[in-house]
């Protein structure tokens, strides 16, 4: 049997791979309904603000991108569990072009629900750290 840290690895490396390849549905499936985004400078966001702005992403010319979560801790407490870690992420604009890289930290905090580990809230830290050619 798997243990939860493992199930929750899983989660994260999941998204990671949904996101380089624009699967909204995907990444979709591992966000509870009730998730909460927390981004400097901008508006807090419900799982249908951040639907509608990664269908808007992976639609048409939609920038590339690839990333790198290196998960610093995880901790379980029942159906709950946080997690920490610094998340590299580098937006490549379409046809090529100059990337851009933002790096930081991340605190977020899954729910079980029907036995699967979901993201419900999520503060993000990311600051631009260099260009890229």
């Known amino acids: 049997m798997r243990s939860d840290e493992d ?4 989660v994260v490396s999941n998204w990671m791979e949904a996101t380089k390849t624009h699967d909204v549905q995907g990444i ?3 966000i509870t309904d009730d998730a909460v985004f927390l981004v400097p400078g901008t508006q807090v966001m419900r799982k249908s603000d951040f639907a509608a702005a990664a269908r808007s992403q992976a ?4 920038p590339t991108f690839d990333g790198k979560s290196e998960i610093q801790e995880i901790q379980v407490s029942g159906d709950w569990a ?3 870690s610094k998340l590299t992420v580098v937006s490549t ?3 090529g072009g100059k990337s851009t890289t933002r790096s930081g930290h ?3 905090v899954f729910h079980r629900e029907g036995g699967r580990w ?3 809230r999520d503060a993000n830290l990311l600051a631009p750290v260099g260009n890229e050619g």
């Open 118 to 120: 979901l993201l419900a």
């Open 93 to 95: 604009p379409p046809g």
């Open 28 to 30: 979709l499936r591992l």
């Open 7 to 10: 199930l929750i690895r899983e």
């Open 59 to 62: 639609s048409g010319k939609a």
């Open 82 to 84: 946080f997690m920490w």
């Open 106 to 108: 991340t605190l977020t």
